[in-house]
Structures are given as structure tokens and as C-alpha cells.
């Protein structure tokens, strides 16, 4: 077993009805979940590698794949909808030379839907790593993910 999946899944031994928590801590050490992550989960669990997949795939907040070392998240609430978030979205795309759930592949960015922010009054709203950017025009959104390049 790799040494660093070891030390992740150390506080669960003996826990069967951990899968969830032990996919979000592998997530959070390796930023997503390979394969071989969850072949090791379920030989740890004692469950099939099926049954793993199958719970991580049922909730959106895990990945299989390696993310960008910038994550750039498009909010889709009504407010921002409403205020022309769909055109923000295919600058993007277009920008970047992907669709939202993937990762650029130099994996410099990935680009991400989030159904609200909570900032409806500065909307549209675009978040990049940590930072929002509000009141976003579709060259706003390239100006701001150009700063990271």
C-alpha cells in the first residue's frame, strides 16, 4: 500500500461504514481519486473496487481525474443567469480549450459549475482559486484567469 494512502486511511481501520469520510480525506491528500486510490479503499474496506466507484460517483464533490493547480468555478444561480453568466461560460471554454468538469491539459486550470455562491448581488460571479470576481463581463473572466498564466 502506498505510504501515504496508509497514513490517510490509519484512523479508519476497523470503521467499515467509512467510505465516504475516507474518499473526502484521500481526495483531500491527493486532490482527487486514482484508481489505484480506490482499488486500495476497497481491499481496505473489504468491499469491491465496483462499490467504491459506485459511491464515489453518485456524489459530485469527487474526482478521478489529476485537477489544475487553478480551479476557476462559474456560479449558475438564477441572479447570475439572469445576468448573462451562460456567454461568461463559453469564454471559458473557449479560452481555455475545455468544457466545465475538465481540466486544462497542462493542468493549469480546471473549470468548474457551482449552482449558487450566495453573492447575488455582485453577480455575475466567477472564483478563481480563492478569489471572486464579481460584476463579470465574458473579457473580465479572461482578464482574471490571465493573471494566473
Given at each position: ?5 496508509a497514513?490517510?486511511?490509519a484512523?479508519?481501520r ?5 467510505l465516504?469520510?475516507i474518499?473526502?480525506?484521500v481526495?483531500?491528500?491527493l ?16 468491499i ?20 489544475g ?8 444561480g438564477?441572479?447570475?443567469y ?10 471559458l471554454e ?6 466545465a468538469g475538465?481540466t486544462?491539459?497542462?493542468l493549469k486550470?480546471n ?15 466567477i472564483v ?8 463579470v ?10 493573471s494566473y498564466?
Amino acid at each position: 500500500m502506498n505510504e501515504e494512502l496508509a497514513e490517510v486511511l490509519a484512523p479508519y481501520r476497523g470503521r467499515r461504514g467509512s467510505l465516504i469520510p475516507i474518499l473526502q480525506a484521500v481526495q483531500a491528500k491527493l486532490g482527487y481519486l486514482p484508481e489505484e486510490a480506490v482499488a486500495e479503499i476497497a481491499q481496505f474496506l473489504a468491499i469491491s473496487k465496483s462499490e467504491v466507484f459506485g459511491v464515489a460517483t453518485f456524489y459530485s464533490q469527487f474526482r478521478f481525474t489529476k485537477p489544475g493547480r487553478h480551479t476557476v468555478k462559474v456560479c449558475l444561480g438564477t441572479s447570475c443567469y439572469v445576468r448573462g453568466v451562460s456567454q461568461i461560460m463559453s469564454a471559458l471554454e473557449q479560452t481555455l480549450g475545455i468544457e466545465a468538469g475538465q481540466t486544462t491539459p497542462d493542468l493549469k486550470f480546471n473549470l468548474e459549475r457551482v449552482a449558487c455562491f450566495g453573492c447575488c448581488a455582485l453577480s455575475p460571479i466567477i472564483v478563481v482559486d480563492d478569489t471572486v470576481c464579481s460584476r463579470v463581463t465574458p473579457e473580465k473572466a479572461k482578464q482574471a484567469i490571465s493573471s494566473y498564466e
